[in-house]
Antibody, heavy 124, light 107 residues
Framework: EVHLLESGGGLVQPGGSLRVSCAAS????????MSWVRQAPGKGLVWVSA????????FYADSVKGRFTISRDNSKSTLFLQMSSLRAEDTAVYYC?????????????????WGRGALVTVSS | DIQMTQSPSSLSASVGDRVTITCRAS??????LNWYQQKPGKAPKLLIY???SLQSGVPSRFSGSGSGTDFTLTISSLQPEDFATYYC?????????FGQGTKVEIK
């Protein structure tokens, strides 16, 4: 069965750092681009970052560029999001999501699998 | 960035009703439009991709239509398990963007 499971969420002070992980199973991880999408409490879905299947290409939302780093370990089928210089407005549930293809080029892609999410709270 | 606007933001309906949700893009996205369902405390679930293609395992009462800037998600006969929030999302350009969501509540 295909599955994504996030871990590493928690409470962190403003200006601090945190790494969330996403363990994948049930599919050939390296064949698919992956993404992080976040959802602030009571709010909608916001795309954060993406990485191609090989890890060679990455993309970030302007709101996190320079503060967040997406990476992946294809040998361990795991996706990461390293977050630094965290702000109160970064408080959200962070979902990892699987693209339907190896990259986001071409347009005909969608998020066909989502994890349960990891709650990140930035507060003093 | 392409802005996605859904209407209505919320609606109340009864079991068996036909429900229609609209999504409008700030520029043409051809048919690069996906729909997701999210229940409280749960992850989003893909319903429709490429504007009108039904994801495997999704009931046939869900359907999507549209192209260019205007799109529609229709639930032909609302079931108790369909009460949720629905989001559209464009895959035409990066960054991908979502609509603000439409919450479907029980009347």
């Amino acid at each position: 069965e295909v599955h994504l499971l996030e871990s590493g969420g928690g409470l962190v002070q403003p200006g601090g750092s945190l790494r969330v992980s996403c363990a994948a199973s049930g599919f050939t991880f390296s064949n698919y681009a992956m993404s992080w999408v976040r959802q602030a409490p009571g709010k909608g879905l916001v795309w954060v970052s993406a990485i191609s299947g090989s890890g060679a290409d990455t993309f970030y939302a302007d709101s996190v560029k320079g503060r967040f780093t997406i990476s992946r370990d294809n040998s361990k089928s795991t996706l990461f999001l390293q977050m630094s210089s965290l702000r109160a407005e970064d408080t959200a549930v962070y979902y990892c999501a699987k693209y339907s293809g190896s990259s986001w080029y071409g347009g005909y892609w969608h998020f066909d699998l989502w994890g349960r999410g990891a709650l990140v709270t930035v507060s003093s | 960035d392409i802005q996605m606007t859904q209407s209505p933001s919320s609606l109340s309906a009864s079991v068996g009703d036909r429900v229609t949700i609209t999504c409008r893009a700030s520029q043409s996205i051809t048919n690069y439009l996906n729909w997701y369902q999210q229940k409280p405390g749960k992850a989003p679930k893909l319903l429709i991709y490429a504007a009108s293609s039904l994801q495997s395992g999704v009931p046939s009462r869900f359907s999507g239509s549209g192209s260019g800037t205007d799109f529609t998600l229709t639930i032909s006969s609302l079931q108790p398990e369909d009460f949720a929030t629905y989001y559209c999302q464009q895959s035409y350009s990066t960054p991908p963007t979502f609509g603000q969501g439409t919450k479907v509540e029980i009347k």
